[in-house]
């Protein structure tokens, strides 16, 4: 009797690499039937419940299946993935979601601001000071130029010296507690005191932007960094079938020039950005194309306030809500969504394996459509 093989490998039949290159993830180990899971002799138990009958039969059985067999259970595997995801339309914010910008976005802001006041001489001569306060009110800031606005109020509050004078580093703290508790009121208050002009801004941080890219496009990116796993996850999305579109406020040429250095390769049109308006109007035109009428619609989002302007359309009650919890969001929010606001509560595991719960005492999560691991 032939002795049964060492590991996945033996099993050379395109069909089955396919699918252990499709579906092959790091797994916790867990025994099963004696053996730890991630062993040579259990490789195949790396896989989704969905192919347990084809691996486990081909390690746990000294006899091994036909090919034919093989290669029918392998394209059952792959087609019920891409059966799944092909009713999907999966909707990213960018920043806080997919890209971790805020250093990017505070240095940049920082530029803005000499550019606009060069007299003011409490911004200092680096953006570093400036860039721990930027990442803890960044949950209120919505677009880019509003990152300007910030940087000259927390000049203005001296956080500069504040660094080595307790006095003045308490006055920038509560500043930044009074950004976060109202900042809408405090950003047009600004804007008025300093006669500024909205669209100016957003022009001019633009072109703080090309300059830096141009003069030093490898900073500029290295400034930028993917959230781990995000584009993998995308990347998978894609291949498997969904719809996948990135909707944001940044300036369209930014994004996409960072999601080509993600890797992350969407179809034209699918990357709404600042030009092409608010959110909640770009998810109403996507879903009245005519050929996404049968599909489900995911919105995943960091911002909770772009979330409950979703949630108070009528037009877009047709939409699943995800938080992800590891943007640009503050505990309060989470707080929230955990009590109860129809919101699903997103992690990073979750966009690999989309189902599951979220303890003995929460609300069960929602999946992402589709029942077995992304990644």
């Given at each position: 009797?032939?002795?049964?093989?060492?590991?996945?490998?033996?099993?050379?039949?395109?069909?089955?690499?396919?699918?252990?290159?499709?579906?092959?993830?790091?797994?916790?180990?867990?025994?099963?039937?004696?053996?730890?899971?991630?062993?040579?002799?259990?490789?195949?138990?790396?896989?989704?419940?969905?192919?347990?009958?084809?691996?486990?039969?081909?390690?746990?059985?000294?006899?091994?299946?036909?090919?034919?067999?093989?290669?029918?259970?392998?394209?059952?595997?792959?087609?019920?993935?891409?059966?799944?995801?092909?009713?999907?339309?999966?909707?990213?914010?960018?920043?806080?979601?997919?890209?971790?910008?805020?250093?990017?976005?505070?240095?940049?802001?920082?530029?803005?601001?000499?550019?606009?006041?060069?007299?003011?001489?409490?911004?200092?001569?680096?953006?570093?000071?400036?860039?721990?306060?930027?990442?803890?009110?960044?949950?209120?800031?919505?677009?880019?130029?509003?990152?300007?606005?910030?940087?000259?109020?927390?000049?203005?509050?001296?956080?500069?010296?504040?660094?080595?004078?307790?006095?003045?580093a308490e006055s920038a703290s509560l500043l930044c507690k009074d950004i976060l508790a109202g900042w809408e009121q405090l950003r047009d208050e600004k804007v008025r005191e300093l006669k500024?002009?909205?669209?100016?801004?957003?022009?001019?941080?633009?072109?703080?932007?090309?300059?830096?890219?141009?003069?030093?496009?490898?900073?500029?990116?290295?400034?930028?960094?993917?959230?781990?796993?995000?584009?993998?996850?995308?990347?998978?999305?894609?291949?498997?079938?969904?719809?996948?579109?990135?909707?944001?406020?940044?300036?369209?040429?930014?994004?996409?020039?960072?999601?080509?250095?993600?890797?992350?390769?969407?179809?034209?049109?699918?990357?709404?950005?600042?030009?092409?308006?608010?959110?909640?109007?770009?998810?109403?035109?996507?879903?009245?194309?005519?050929?996404?009428?049968?599909?489900?619609?995911?919105?995943?989002?960091?911002?909770?306030?772009?979330?409950?302007?979703?949630?108070?359309?009528?037009?877009?009650?047709?939409?699943?809500?995800?938080?992800?919890?590891?943007?640009?969001?503050?505990?309060?929010?989470?707080?929230?969504?955990?009590?109860?606001?129809?919101?699903?509560?997103?992690?990073?595991?979750?966009?690999?394996?989309?189902?599951?719960?979220?303890?003995?005492?929460?609300?069960?999560?929602?999946?992402?459509?589709?029942?077995?691991?992304?990644?």
């Amino acid at each position: 009797m032939q002795a049964p093989p060492d590991s996945l490998s033996a099993f050379t039949q395109p069909a089955m690499i396919r699918a252990a290159e499709v579906w092959a993830a790091p797994r916790q180990p867990q025994r099963i039937d004696g053996q730890k899971r991630g062993s040579p002799t259990c490789q195949r138990l790396a896989l989704p419940s969905l192919a347990t009958g084809l691996v486990g039969f081909a390690v746990c059985n000294p006899k091994r299946p036909s090919r034919r067999r093989q290669r029918r259970l392998s394209r059952c595997v792959l087609r019920a993935t891409k059966a799944e995801a092909s009713k999907l339309v999966i909707c990213f914010d960018f920043d806080g979601v997919v890209c971790d910008s805020v250093d990017e976005s505070s240095t940049a802001a920082w530029k803005h601001a000499r550019d606009l006041w060069p007299l003011v001489s409490t911004l200092g001569d680096s953006p570093q000071p400036f860039l721990d306060p930027m990442r803890l009110v960044r949950p209120v800031i919505e677009t880019g130029w509003e990152n300007t606005l910030i940087i000259r109020m927390l000049a203005d509050a001296n956080l500069v010296e504040a660094q080595s004078q307790k006095g003045e580093a308490e006055s920038a703290s509560l500043l930044c507690k009074d950004i976060l508790a109202g900042w809408e009121q405090l950003r047009d208050e600004k804007v008025r005191e300093l006669k500024l002009d909205v669209q100016g801004l957003i022009k001019g941080f633009g072109e703080v932007r090309d300059k830096w890219m141009a003069e030093d496009l490898k900073s500029w990116f290295g400034t930028n960094r993917a959230y781990d796993r995000v584009p993998d996850v995308i990347i998978q999305m894609l291949s498997s079938g969904a719809e996948v579109f990135v909707i944001t406020t940044k300036q369209k040429r930014f994004a996409e020039a960072l999601l080509q250095d993600f890797g992350i390769k969407l179809p034209a049109g699918h990357v709404f950005a600042l030009e092409d308006g608010p959110k909640t109007e770009v998810l109403k035109s996507l879903l009245a194309r005519a050929e996404y009428r049968e599909k489900n619609f995911h919105f995943i989002e960091d911002k909770l306030g772009t979330l409950r302007k979703v949630l108070k359309d009528p037009d877009l009650k047709t939409v699943k809500l995800h938080l992800a919890s590891w943007g640009y969001c503050t505990k309060n929010d989470i707080d929230e969504v955990t009590d109860g606001l129809d919101v699903n509560l997103l992690h990073r595991s979750d966009l690999e394996t989309p189902t599951g719960h979220a303890g003995a005492h929460a609300k069960p999560r929602q999946s992402l459509g589709v029942s077995e691991p992304w990644l």
